[in-house]
Structures are given as C-alpha cells and as structure tokens.
C-alpha cells in the first residue's frame, strides 16, 4: 500500500474567528407542520449557550427527512465559531462544524442549501459548506464547487478540490488539474490526492510535472496519484522520484512503480533496493513481486541478508511471486537453487548442440 493513501476523510479546515453566530432566521419561522422534537431541536439552535446549540445540532442529523424544516437553520449556524466538546474523546470543533456533520447525515436535501452557502460572505461559512459537500459526495454539487477553486480564502479551495476527488468526476479533472499550480502548497496537495481518486489518464503530464513540486508532500500525493491511474506514461518520471531526497516521495514512487508493472522499472527498482530507509527497500521488493521479472531474482536473494525484517520478507516473499519456488528468507537455499537452475540451463544448451 503506498504511503499517505491520505487520511483526508476525518480532516475539518478550521477557521478560528472572533465572534459566534447563531441562526439568525427567528425560531418562531419554523413551519407549523414540523414535527415536536424537531421543533424542540431547532428552539435549541437558538440558545446563548454554544454547548447547547451544538447538542441540538448532531440530533436534526440523525432525524432524516422529518429533519428538512431545519435545513435552513442548520445552514446559518454554520457561521458559528464557537468551539465546544461535546465527547471526551473527540476534539473541540466549532458548532458550524456540528451542523455541517448535521446536514451531511440529512444528504441530499441538504445540498442546493450548501451550495448556496458557498457563496456566503464569511469564508467559516464556505469552508463548512465546501467540506459537507465533499462528505455528501452528490456529483450535483460538482459546478457550485469548480467555481470555490477560485475562491480567495485557501481552506475553501483545500476542502473543494478534496470534496471534487471524493465525487470522481470527470467534468472536474481539468480544474483539478489546473489547481495543482496553487499558490498554496496544501491545495496542491490535496489536487493530486483527488486526482488520484478520479482515476483520469489525461491528469498525467500535470501529475509528472507535480512530481518536481518544491514540497514534498505535494511530490508524495502525486506519485501516489500515477500509481493508482497506472499510466505507463508515468514510468520514467517515476523512476526519477525513486531519487528524491524525500523517503516518502521514493516510497510511493516505488509503489507506483509495482503496480504499473513496466519492465522499464525494473533496473530502477533493484537499485532502490539499497535504499538506505527500509520501508523503500521492502517497497521495492514488493514491487517487483508485482512485475514478475526474473531478472531481479539475484538482487532479491541478496537482500535476504537485510538487517530488517521486513525487507527480508518482502523479499522472500517477491522471490516466490516471480519463481513459484518457497524457500523462506534462507538465502542459501535460494543460491543453492540458483546454481541448480544454472547448471539446468547449461545442460539443456549442450544438449541443443549436440542435437542430430
């Protein structure tokens, strides 16, 4: 598995500002038809407490359509910067983010709302908004959020350009694309996580190009991203990141590199085995496992003699891959079988020419 497959799903933008908003549309708006606990719930969303607000908030979520009435007061508690804890074992968030994890849980109603919202004023407000379309993943929200690419305030672009790879869809690559030359180095990032993502082969010169990134973790993202596109394209760009002075770069290049399964890499890939970070050699080991190439067979015994474990298995196990012999990590037995298939080789050359 390649590094910084990106913990992106639990990551919250946050945008620390003075102040706090409550919803400013009037409790006593709410529709007659609402249901009583919904009622209740939205009453809450109007409390001096932050606390308050925010338990009322998590509660609409989980009250699916009966819930739509508090659609638009979740959406102006969004400009709520309040940080509460409402679990001991969950950090302070803001009690915008609280009704954006609402309106998430309320899906689809929810969307034209958030989009809405990503026109907002407050950037507290298109952040969240941004975010809960990423984890709502309605491709419907796909324009709304190619336009907040532009948007001035970054934590808006980073949660857009996340949400646009969480969609994967087409209509958003080229966007996407382009926001790989973000003035901001986390926008860039998350740009080539989410077109790693998508998937789309025409993302590949942008994401070669990417690979010589002043910042590593957009180098990193970006050999990620051709490995799971799997471009053979991408194959001499790759092997130049096995050189970068970044281990996770040289990592997830290896990755890549194994699971495109171009003989090209080959060369490249035993050479990394003596990579000087074990979790690059013991990747370079799985990837050629992966391409099957016997010509790699006497560098992977070699390593067998590693001084981590790791390696040595990922070796052992590469060996077997390309073989179909199991000869565990004893490289003696592995050299021993070596000479026999040499010696099996000359004999069947002397038999060929002495052939009648």
Not at 27 to 42: A, F, M, N
Not at 68 to 85: C, E, H, N, V, Y
Request: hydrophobic share 45%; charged share 30%; with cysteine.
């Amino acid at each position: 598995m390649a590094l910084g497959t990106r913990p992106f799903a639990w990551l919250v933008i946050s945008i620390t500002l003075v102040g706090c908003a409550e919803p400013t549309i009037p409790k006593d708006k709410v529709s007659p038809e609402t249901p009583p606990d919904v009622r209740l719930q939205i009453e809450r969303l109007h409390f001096s407490n932050a606390r308050e607000r925010g338990e009322a908030a998590y509660p609409l979520g989980k009250m699916d359509d009966r819930a739509i009435p508090a659609i638009p007061f979740l959406i102006r508690l969004l400009d709520d910067t309040a940080l509460i804890q409402l679990r001991d074992y969950r950090p302070k968030v803001s009690v915008g983010h609280e009704a954006a994890v609402a309106l998430v849980n309320l899906r689809k109603p929810a969307v034209r709302p958030l989009c809405t919202a990503l026109n907002h004023k407050r950037p507290c407000v298109r952040c969240e908004a941004a975010w809960a379309l990423g984890e709502i993943r309605d491709p419907l929200a796909a324009e709304a959020l190619i336009g907040a690419l532009k948007d001035e305030h970054l934590g808006v672009r980073r949660n857009a350009v996340r949400a646009l790879g969480n969609m994967k869809v087409l209509q958003a690559v080229q966007p996407v694309i382009r926001a790989l030359n973000d003035e901001n180095w986390s926008v860039r990032e998350n740009a080539a996580h989410a077109l790693g993502k998508i998937k789309d082969a025409t993302a590949v010169k942008g994401l070669t190009a990417a690979l010589k990134d002043k910042k590593a973790v957009v180098r990193e993202q970006a050999a990620w991203a051709l490995g799971e596109i799997k471009d053979i394209r991408a194959t001499e760009s790759l092997i130049a990141a096995l050189g970068d002075s970044n281990q996770n770069v040289r990592y997830n290049a290896a990755w890549a590199l194994g699971v495109i399964r171009h003989p090209r890499g080959v060369a490249a890939l035993m050479h990394a085995l003596k990579d000087e970070h074990w979790s690059v050699r013991a990747c370079a080991a799985r990837a050629l496992g992966n391409i099957r190439d016997p010509r790699a067979v006497q560098s992977l015994i070699d390593v067998l003699k590693d001084t981590n474990f790791d390696v040595r298995r990922a070796a052992a196990s590469a060996l077997k891959e390309i073989t179909g012999e199991s000869h565990d990590q004893d490289p003696e037995k592995w050299h021993r079988w070596r000479e026999q298939r040499k010696e099996h080789s000359r004999s069947s050359a002397d038999t060929i020419r002495n052939w009648p």
